[in-house]
């Protein structure tokens, strides 16, 4: 089977994805948010009960597509599969700000984001070849974040701020005699366990395991795994201490507040 047969079951089938979206994908109000509830049923793997999905929504191969009940996606996002094999599953009440770029980017790939997730204006998320990235249930992600790799998981209850670079990937250069941008990439895989919070523009490299209810710094370099509850700053991060042991240190992680939540 060629790739170009390999995208899309069959001709039909992408073109009524075309012919479906763009009739109803730009109706404004709520002419609009009716229709495409109902009728994207037709080209959507699967569209839950009470969704929002506002104008300007992108969807690509969305045969290959879920989405889960009461999920609100707004104007600007585009969710996109790269072939019929990849995956990318939304689930219940999950929030998808404006912006948002949701990419299953190579053959055999899943991006998977469980109930009650949250992802703010901007979120960039792609999982390579044969990969798996899962935000599981009632995680936040802030605005401009960047998730990238083959292999991420992200737990419960996480908090993770603006501009977090999440990088589950590294690229090959021992041959000086090719460009490196032709001798491919590796990856072992980031892990982030339940309740962590990560403050504004933490990177997080990959091979890194952060444990259960750990918090790191603004601005913080994550190169090595960090124990759980574990306060961790700095280039690179080190465990300052352990999260009962300094009374103040809410004050000394990052900017991510309560209030600056997306209401769902």
């Known amino acids: 089977m060629s790739l170009e047969n390999n995208l899309y079951p069959s001709q039909w089938n992408r073109r009524k994805e075309s012919l479906v979206i763009t009739l109803l994908g730009w109706v404004p109000l709520s002419l609009g948010l009716v229709l495409r509830n109902h009728l994207y049923g037709t080209i959507l793997g699967r569209i839950g009960t009470s969704v929002l999905i506002q104008p300007g929504v992108e969807l690509i191969r969305a045969c290959c597509i879920e989405i889960g009940d009461k999920t609100k996606i707004y104007r600007g996002t585009l969710l996109q599969s790269y072939d019929q094999e990849s995956q990318i599953r939304i689930g219940d009440q999950v929030y998808l700000g404006q912006n948002v770029y949701l990419y299953a980017g190579g053959k055999s790939s899943t991006i998977c ?15 390579l070849e044969d990969g798996y990235i899962e935000l599981e249930e009632n995680t ?55 309740d962590c919070w990560l403050g504004s523009k933490v990177t997080v490299v990959d091979g890194v395991t952060i444990g259960k209810g750990s918090v790191i710094g603004a601005g913080a370099v994550v190169t090595k795994d960090i124990p759980s509850y574990s306060v961790a700053v700095g280039v690179p991060a080190k465990v300052i201490s352990r999260r009962n042991g300094i009374a103040d240190n809410s004050a000394k992680v990052g900017v991510l507040q309560p209030r600056d939540f997306p209401r769902v």
């Not at 984001?113 to 999982?127: Q, T």
């Not at 802030?142 to 501009?163: N, R, V």
């Open 113 to 127: 984001l469980r109930n009650r997730v949250r992802l703010d204006r901007g979120v960039d998320i792609k999982v």
């Open 140 to 194: 936040y992600v802030g605005p401009y974040t960047c998730i990238s790799g083959q292999k991420i998981k992200i737990g419960k209850d996480c908090l993770i701020a603006s501009h977090v670079s999440i990088y589950a990937s590294n690229h090959n250069f021992e041959d000086t005699t090719r460009p490196m941008i032709s001798q491919g990439y590796n990856c072992k895989g980031i892990t982030i366990e339940d």
